[in-house]
């Protein structure tokens, strides 16, 4: 069963930076899922943050956090991060990580529903 724990979340002033940290673990191959951040704020739809190919080879960002947000993943040691930088309140949200081995090809997914495994999620507050 693959298992997804994010971690690194915190509270911070506006302007300030994070990353978080999603480890898979339960299955080998950490190179055959593509993986992504979502985040969903209160009262809020679930949002497509970033994504990542199997290989890095080509990555997405939602148009928010284009040019504050890096998403990277070490396939030798089953991660995937998320740098933020220069936070805004409006970044306030659950995070979440999420993997799906569907399709083939240096691709990745915007979508929610084609994720197949999610991680719990880690608080991210930011205080204006």
């Known amino acids: 069963q693959v298992q997804l724990v994010e971690s690194g979340g915190g509270w911070v002033q506006a302007g300030e930076s994070l990353t978080l940290s999603c480890a898979l673990s339960?299955?080998?191959?950490?190179?055959?899922?593509?993986m992504g951040w979502f985040r969903q704020a209160p009262g809020k739809e679930r949002e497509f943050v970033s994504a990542?190919?199997?290989?890095?080879?080509?990555?997405g960002y939602s148009d928010s956090v284009k040019g504050r947000f890096t998403i990277s993943r070490d396939n030798d040691k089953n991660m995937v991060y998320l740098q933020m930088t220069n936070l805004k309140a409006e970044d306030t949200a659950v995070y979440y990580c999420?993997?799906?081995?569907?399709?083939?090809?240096?691709?990745?997914?915007?979508?929610?529903?084609?994720?197949?495994?999610w991680g719990q999620g880690t608080q991210v507050t930011v205080s204006s």
């Open positions: 999420a993997a799906t081995q569907r399709g083939g090809g240096g691709f990745y997914y915007i979508r929610d529903y084609e994720y197949d495994y």
């Open positions: 339960g299955r080998p191959f950490f190179g055959s899922y593509v």
């Open positions: 990542i190919s199997r290989t890095a080879g080509k990555i």
